[in-house]
């Protein structure tokens, strides 16, 4: 008996007697199975942790990208200035300290450009910096074709993800997707240290980790960086898509 799980959160919310019975169902399956599968180390060992049961089989099975999501960079692209952000828009996601980025970035470079993909409960700030920066600014939102998405992503330089920091969210146990597509397009990405991923990217040379702390500057200072030098950001670019290959 194997159990696939998608996600993992330390607690599912304040309803005490909800928490108990998702808890305990938890316990009650994970003390009858023979394998039990996640999607990051982290959720494999918070899960035994959380429930002090180890199955007798443990496995890995990342999140992936479909074969045509894949594009390799080209030194051609770094031209095109445009930074990118694709997910949900959400206080998780670090969206309202985006905002905050994206602004700073926008006053202080004529030149840039800005896509930005997804709906949520945040996305009134980008409809909003949609409206103060009509020429350099465009806010798609949802997109169901994947294949619109990668061919954003592949006019794309940097993209960015500063996932929110607070202990136990999901992120920290989570394969996020959107890092994946990134990757897989050839996108280096400034990002928060949360998802397990970030510091394996960071490995590779393909990410920039920062905390939402060091404050607007030093993320406006990250991207610019790649931006203005395309014999670092080739390098990374590439790093990137090499990571991606490995999915």
Avoid: C
């Avoid at 998702?22 to 023979?34: A, I, K, Q, T």
């Avoid at 899960?47 to 960079?73: C, D, H, K, N, Y």
């Avoid at 997910?87 to 602004?103: H, K, Q, Y």
């Avoid at 806010?139 to 136990?168: C, M, W």
């Amino acid at each position: 008996l194997a159990n696939w799980a998608i996600d993992f959160v330390p607690n599912r919310g304040e309803n005490g007697v909800a928490e108990k019975l998702y808890r305990g169902v938890e316990s009650f399956m994970m003390n009858r199975l023979d394998a039990q599968i996640e999607n990051s180390t982290a959720a494999l060992t918070a899960r035994s942790q959380m429930t002090g049961v180890v199955p007798a089989s443990q496995m890995l099975a990342p999140i992936g990208v479909w074969q045509e999501s894949f594009s390799e960079p080209t030194s051609s692209r770094h031209a095109e200035r445009r930074v990118v952000y694709f997910g949900s828009m959400d206080t998780r996601n670090g969206v309202p300290f985006l905002a905050d980025v994206f602004g700073a970035m926008l006053k202080l470079d004529s030149t840039l450009r800005i896509d930005v993909i997804g709906e949520g409960e945040s996305s009134a700030l980008m409809q909003s910096l949609a409206i103060q920066f009509p020429n350099q600014f465009t806010f798609h939102g949802y997109i169901a074709d994947q294949h619109l998405i990668d061919s954003i992503l592949r006019k794309s330089v940097v993209a960015i993800a500063p996932y929110d920091e607070t202990p136990g969210s999901f992120t920290q146990f989570a394969d996020p997707q959107k890092l994946k597509y990134y990757a897989s397009n050839g996108v280096p990405t400034v990002l928060t240290n949360v998802a397990p991923a970030a510091q394996i990217m960071h490995n590779r040379g393909s990410a920039v980790l920062l905390s939402q702390a060091d404050g607007v500057d030093r993320w406006t200072k990250a991207v610019l960086d790649w931006l203005d030098n395309p014999d670092e950001w080739i390098k990374a670019a590439k790093s990137s898509y090499e990571y991606a290959l490995d999915f």
